[in-house]
Each structure stands twice: as structure tokens, then as C-alpha cells.
């Protein structure tokens, strides 16, 4: 069983990539994220999981990170009828903030999960309710995204701006986090974060 690879990129895709490992090419599925920042030429490490499939045969599944192919794992044997493709759609959308979906899971806030992740009501109370008592033991990287709106409250009237425009709300909180990392905050006139937002969500 292939635990671990270590090669060189030889192709991107848009959720995967081909790594060149002693001259043995590996097509292996990539959360979004993870694909997106590999290059051609790049020597890049996973951990992989395998999953057999009655269609395509032995499918490999990567991870930058031990701790995502651990949640990968848990969302693929806690919650009913979840394959390693499915598993692998929520994984995306948690990856967004891996601590912030941690706590949304914990308080049993379905309205960060819909709000923020882009999960429907359905599939949020499903993700609540088979992981609720699971999380304690999932190892947590990195610190909570998820702070705009909490440290400058009148934000919110940039996302029922963005709204009105179209943008759906997981859509504006992440242009707003993006900002947030750059450094675009609470001092900014609403008019110029609306702009910049609108920069960002055009990408």
C-alpha cells in the first residue's frame, strides 16, 4: 500500500497532480488548495491514501498534510454514505479554515458551516451530527481565519452590499478574509473594502 510520495511534479490539474517518483509517474487526486499551489518542475511530498474502485481501479488520494488526510479519513468512515470523492468535496470547503470548521463542529453552529464553508442546511446538520462527538481527536493546524466580521461588525453591511450584487455569502466572508490577509481592515472606508472585494471576487 502507498503510504507516502516524494517527487517531482511532471502535470497540474485543476484537483490533482502527476508526480514523478524514480522515474514512475503517480496521478493522484488533490484537494483544490493543495493542487493550486504546485508548479511543473517542483519537488513536492504527500501522504496518500488508496482507495479501490470497481471503475477506475486503484485511485490515489494526497495530502499536504498528515492532518488532512486524518480528517479525510474521519469524514470518509464517520458520515453515512460518504465515498473517498464525496470525503474529498467536504474536504475542500474545510480546508478553508480547518480551525474554524473544528469549532463550528463543536458549538454545532450550522450557520458557520452554510454561511461560511458553503455546505447546504442539510448537509450541515449531517456533518454536526456524525462528527460532533469525533472532533476532540482530529488534530488542528493552523489558527481561526474567520475574524473579519467579528473584530469590525459593520462588515456586514459590505456583505448585503455584495449580496445585492450576487455574490452569495461564502463567496463575500471569503473575499473578506482574503483582504483581511492583506491587510485591508476595519480603518478602511466601507466604500474602498466594497471595491476591493469586488477586485478579488472578479479574479
Same mark, same amino acid.
Given at each position: +500500500?502507498?503510504? %507516502?510520495?516524494?517527487?517531482?511534479?511532471?502535470?497540474?490539474?485543476?484537483?490533482?497532480?502527476?508526480?514523478?517518483?524514480?522515474?514512475?509517474?503517480?496521478?493522484? $487526486?488533490?484537494? &483544490?488548495? !493543495?493542487?493550486?499551489?504546485?508548479?511543473?518542475?517542483?519537488?513536492?511530498?504527500?501522504?496518500?491514501?488508496?482507495?479501490?474502485?470497481?471503475?477506475?481501479?486503484?485511485? @490515489? %488520494?494526497?495530502?499536504? &498534510?498528515?492532518? *488532512?488526510?486524518?480528517?479525510? +479519513?474521519?469524514?470518509?468512515?464517520?458520515?453515512?454514505?460518504?465515498?473517498?470523492?464525496?470525503? +474529498?468535496?467536504? @474536504? $475542500?470547503?474545510?480546508?478553508?479554515?480547518?480551525?474554524?470548521?473544528?469549532?463550528?463542529? @463543536?458549538?454545532?453552529?450550522?450557520?458557520?458551516?452554510?454561511?461560511?464553508?458553503?455546505?447546504? !442546511?442539510?448537509?450541515?446538520?449531517?456533518?454536526?451530527?456524525?462528527?460532533?462527538?469525533? +472532533?476532540?481527536?482530529?488534530?488542528?493546524?493552523?489558527? !481561526?481565519?474567520?475574524?473579519?466580521?467579528?473584530?469590525?461588525? %459593520?462588515?456586514? &453591511?459590505?456583505?448585503?452590499?455584495?449580496?445585492?450584487?450576487?455574490? !452569495?455569502?461564502?463567496?463575500?466572508?471569503?473575499?473578506? *478574509?482574503?483582504? &483581511?490577509?492583506?491587510?485591508?481592515?476595519?480603518?478602511?472606508?466601507?466604500?474602498?473594502?466594497?471595491?476591493?472585494?469586488?477586485?478579488?471576487?472578479?479574479?
Amino acid at each position: +500500500m502507498i503510504a %507516502y510520495l516524494k517527487g517531482e511534479i511532471l502535470e497540474v490539474k485543476e484537483d490533482g497532480a502527476v508526480i514523478l517518483c524514480n522515474g514512475v509517474g503517480y496521478d493522484v $487526486n488533490l484537494a &483544490h488548495p !493543495s493542487a493550486q499551489e504546485l508548479t511543473v518542475g517542483q519537488q513536492a511530498a504527500f501522504y496518500v491514501a488508496e482507495s479501490i474502485s470497481p471503475y477506475d481501479g486503484t485511485v @490515489l %488520494y494526497g495530502f499536504t &498534510h498528515k492532518e *488532512d488526510k486524518d480528517l479525510w +479519513m474521519l469524514f470518509k468512515t464517520a458520515i453515512p454514505n460518504t465515498g473517498p470523492k464525496k470525503a +474529498m468535496e467536504f @474536504l $475542500n470547503k474545510a480546508l478553508r479554515s480547518v480551525a474554524d470548521f473544528h469549532q463550528a463542529i @463543536l458549538k454545532r453552529d450550522p450557520k458557520i458551516l452554510t454561511g461560511i464553508f458553503g455546505f447546504t !442546511s442539510k448537509t450541515a446538520e449531517k456533518l454536526i451530527n456524525s462528527l460532533k462527538d469525533k +472532533m476532540d481527536a482530529v488534530t488542528v493546524q493552523g489558527e !481561526s481565519k474567520i475574524k473579519v466580521l467579528d473584530e469590525a461588525p %459593520y462588515l456586514s &453591511h459590505v456583505q448585503e452590499a455584495l449580496g445585492a450584487l450576487g455574490y !452569495s455569502a461564502a463567496e463575500s466572508r471569503r473575499a473578506l *478574509d482574503t483582504l &483581511h490577509t492583506q491587510g485591508i481592515g476595519p480603518n478602511e472606508k466601507i466604500e474602498t473594502i466594497i471595491k476591493e472585494a469586488l477586485r478579488v471576487l472578479k479574479k
